[in-house]
């Protein structure tokens, strides 16, 4: 009897370990208006930041003025591209931020944000950016809102996987648009449309244009489009159309439209693979 107590005793305290470990690698998320936001702490302030999950970047980046309201020192200079154009940041070094029990990127780049602030219509202390994806194994749970940091063990075995392929900006995925053959576009949860489409096989003047204002102000072509994402088909997406890539040699921009269509997303960068669960 009393070596079944102690059994039971010791399967109550992995439990409640495990439980606890698990809430220390999730992180609630918000929607608004179709982006992903979390909140982080820094050591220079009890004052959380509003942060964009923000894949589509290629590192992660504090507004300017929050840096230095922080007195974060700024480094060198460094020019950013965006979506047609280019700003002129700073880099950071060993700024201490979490979300949660979550270590964030230690290096951030200092940028001007305030124009995506009022496009945003929220408030973007900064962005957390692919830098952070690569070092995990991260899931985001759009039906819960949470973000989770998985272990080995813990990463899905079922849902549709896709390979991932690493690029120096970014992380980009294959899908097929209009029956074409597969193309890499961008994964990019710093987008709130469903898809950004580099083509020429549609009639741009039988487009409805529509203003996005991101970094910069640009109208673009609107169309809808049949798109193909592993096995799963959808119709009548909402799509933006450009002449010109985006990012060089890649096919335009996968963002949070289509994603959130996937109950559970995960990115698991270190096996360069997508999974995605209906």
């Not at 169309?223 to 009548?236: M, R």
Request: overall charge positive; some cysteine; glycine content about 8%.
């Amino acid at each position: 009897m009393r070596r079944l107590c102690a059994i039971a005793v010791l399967a109550a305290a992995l439990l409640k370990v495990q439980a606890v470990q698990n809430v220390a690698n999730e992180i609630p998320f918000e929607i608004h208006e179709g982006l992903l936001w979390i909140k982080a702490l820094t050591a220079e302030s009890s004052e959380p930041l509003n942060l964009l999950l923000d894949t589509g970047a290629g590192a992660s980046v504090i507004n300017l003025s929050i840096a230095d309201r922080l007195g974060l020192k700024r480094g060198a200079k460094v020019n950013v591209r965006g979506v047609s154009t280019t700003l002129m940041g700073y880099r950071l070094k060993g700024v201490s931020a979490y979300a949660g029990e979550v270590p964030l990127p230690s290096d951030y780049i200092a940028v001007d944000l305030g124009k995506l602030s009022l496009s945003c219509r929220e408030r973007v202390d900064g962005l957390l950016g692919a830098d952070f994806f690569r070092a995990y194994a991260v899931q985001l749970d759009f039906k819960e809102h949470m973000l989770r940091i998985l272990t080995r063990d813990q990463v899905p075995t079922s849902g549709a996987t896709l390979p991932l392929r690493l690029r120096p900006g970014g992380m980009c995925v294959p899908i097929a648009v209009n029956g074409q053959k597969r193309q890499w576009v961008r994964l990019d949860t710093g987008c709130a449309t469903p898809l950004q489409w580099v083509t020429s096989s549609v009639r741009f003047q039988d487009c409805s244009p529509k203003v996005a204002i991101g970094l910069a102000e640009v109208s673009i072509p609107q169309t809808e489009t049949a798109v193909e994402i592993g096995n799963h088909k959808f119709e009548s997406v909402p799509t933006g159309l450009h002449e010109q890539p985006i990012f060089a040699g890649e096919a335009g921009l996968l963002g949070n439209g289509l994603l959130s269509r996937f109950s559970r997303v995960t990115i698991d960068a270190k096996s360069r693979r997508l999974i995605l669960e209906p």
